[in-house]
T-cell receptor
Framework: DAGVIQSPRHEVTEMGQEVTLRCKPI?????LFWYRQTMMRGLELLIY????????DSGMPEDRFSAKMPNASFSTLKIQPSEPRDSAVYFC???????????FGPGTRLTVT | SQQGEEDPQALSIQEGENATMNCSYK?????LQWYRQNSGRGLVHLIL?????REKHSGRLRVTLDTSKKSSSLLITASRAADTASYFC???????????FGEGTQLTVNP
């Protein structure tokens, strides 16, 4: 298996623009997680899905953030409009079951200028 | 605030030495996991220890869990330069629905 795939790997955009991050989880995994990592706040869980259904989105910082999982093999995290403080590395992770190990993608480094 | 807190924040040792990192947490847990993150990469799962386990081994890794003290330790024996990375503990709380990561320990192994 190729592991969790994220695209793009790097994104530089201007404030106010819409940003869409993409994730393909490991085939057969029923949980998908979106995290954000910054030096100041560490690794934060934004939202997670079980069988394509959002379970806990309490970590989504604002209404500017939205996430979807239209099918078992694809998820998106959208920021609209983006702001400089959204600059971070965004990770997608998947697992088979909630309480066991998660497999992380390589991350998307987002820079908002 | 973070559920898990790692100690120390940074650790620098020589190749061949052992490295010990600690994690403390606040609430009851189902399990505790340790992850490694190399610079610029995603996290990689190392080991999971359940609340009813006290010690677990995997290769050069040894993890202990003391639920009475709400703490865990990760020992890396005979360290190598390739072990240089950040190490995170993550707790799966019994009352929660998510895995909560600590702030990590930055380990540097000097050749």
């Amino acid at each position: 298996d190729a592991g969790v795939i994220q695209s793009p790997r790097h994104e530089v955009t201007e404030m106010g623009q819409e940003v869409t991050l993409r994730c393909k989880p490991i085939s057969g995994h029923d949980y998908l997680f979106w995290y954000r990592q910054t030096m100041m706040r560490g690794l934060e869980l934004l939202i997670y899905f079980n069988n394509n259904v959002p379970i806990d989105d309490s970590g989504m910082p604002e209404d500017r953030f939205s996430a979807k999982m239209p099918n078992a093999s694809f998820s998106t995290l959208k920021i609209q409009p983006s702001e400089p403080r959204d600059s971070a590395v965004y990770f997608c992770a998947s697992s088979f079951g909630r309480e066991i190990e998660q497999y992380f993608g390589p991350g998307t480094r987002l820079t908002v200028t | 605030s973070q559920q898990g807190e790692e100690d120390p924040q940074a650790l620098s040792i020589q190749e061949g030495e052992n490295a010990t990192m600690n994690c403390s947490y606040k609430t009851s847990i189902n399990n505790l996991q340790w992850y490694r993150q190399n610079s610029g990469r995603g996290l990689v799962h190392l080991i999971l220890i359940r609340s009813n386990e006290r010690e677990k081994h995997s290769g050069r890794l040894r993890v202990t869990l003391d639920t009475s003290k709400k703490s865990s330790s990760l020992l890396i024996t005979a360290s190598r330069a390739a072990d240089t990375a950040s190490y995170f503990c993550a707790t799966d709380e019994t009352s929660g629905s998510r895995l909560t990561f600590g702030e990590g320990t930055q380990l540097t192994v000097n050749p």
